[in-house]
T-cell receptor, first 114, second 115 residues
Framework: NAGVTQTPKFRVLKTGQSMTLLCAQD?????MYWYRQDPGMGLRLIHY???????AKGEVPDGYNVSRLKKQNFLLGLESAAPSQTSVYFC?????????????FGPGTRLTVT | GNSVTQMEGPVTLSEEAFLTINCTYT??????LFWYVQYPGEGLQLLLK?????DKGSNKGFEATYRKETTSFHLEKGSVQVSDSAVYFC??????????????FGQGTRLTINP
């Protein structure tokens, strides 16, 4: 049981390049989330998904797109990277049903845009 | 709106010292409250949680009590170890849509324990 995994772990992009971050979970969770972590700001929600084929915007969605074609995968895309998107990106997942709303996090992807 | 305010860091203590990291929140309704820990180079791990007022969460010697009257969830440990050095995040759950909940995080507190 790997939990939540993220690919890649590190990436350096030039301004204007595109890339996709992959998140995979093997816990059969319905809900998945993408957060970004910036110094002194905690984690902020970018996009989330309540199930296969559905996505929605979080607090800071501009410049990002997402897709959830399979229940276990949640992809985060940057179409034209900007230096302001330099950050650490975390994926998380959570089951439905009665719970304390605890989320399970992946190890993160450190992205630098030059 | 929903927000979490944490004690400013960084915090540096000696081994076996008593630790308190303050956390207060603003929320509509009755959120669940969490402390997550991030060790160097790793993702976030749940440290402890509390789902209703007066609940006490505990794990690995850490404790926090959900205080509705003071809207607080302070993290405490009686005797810290070097291995507790990490960044600690306080968070609350907030509803979004269709039963989904997001986590609203504080800014994080970096803790360093010296031997």
């Amino acid at each position: 049981n790997a939990g939540v995994t993220q690919t890649p772990k590190f990436r350096v992009l030039k301004t204007g390049q595109s890339m996709t971050l992959l998140c995979a979970q093997d816990m059969n969770h319905e809900y998945m989330y993408w957060y970004r972590q910036d110094p002194g700001m905690g984690l902020r929600l970018i996009h989330y998904s309540v199930g296969e084929g559905t996505t929605a915007k979080g607090e800071v969605p501009d410049g990002y797109n997402v897709s959830r074609l399979k229940k276990q995968n949640f992809l985060l895309g940057l179409e034209s990277a900007a230096p302001s998107q330099t950050s650490v990106y975390f994926c998380a997942s959570r089951p439905t049903g009665p719970s304390s709303y605890e989320q399970y996090f992946g190890p993160g992807t450190r992205l630098t845009v030059t | 709106g929903n927000s979490v305010t944490q004690m400013e860091g960084p915090v540096t203590l000696s081994e076996e010292a008593f630790l308190t990291i303050n956390c207060t929140y603003t929320a509509t309704g009755y959120p669940s409250l969490f402390w997550y820990v991030q060790y160097p180079g790793e993702g976030l791990q749940l440290l402890l949680k509390a789902t209703k007022a007066d609940d006490k969460g505990s794990n690995k010697g850490f404790e926090a009590t959900y205080r509705k009257e003071t809207t607080s969830f302070h993290l405490e440990k009686g005797s810290v170890q070097v291995s507790d050095s990490a960044v600690y995040f306080c968070a609350l759950s907030a509803p979004i849509i269709q039963g989904a909940q997001k986590l609203v995080f504080g800014q994080g507190t970096r803790l360093t324990i010296n031997p």
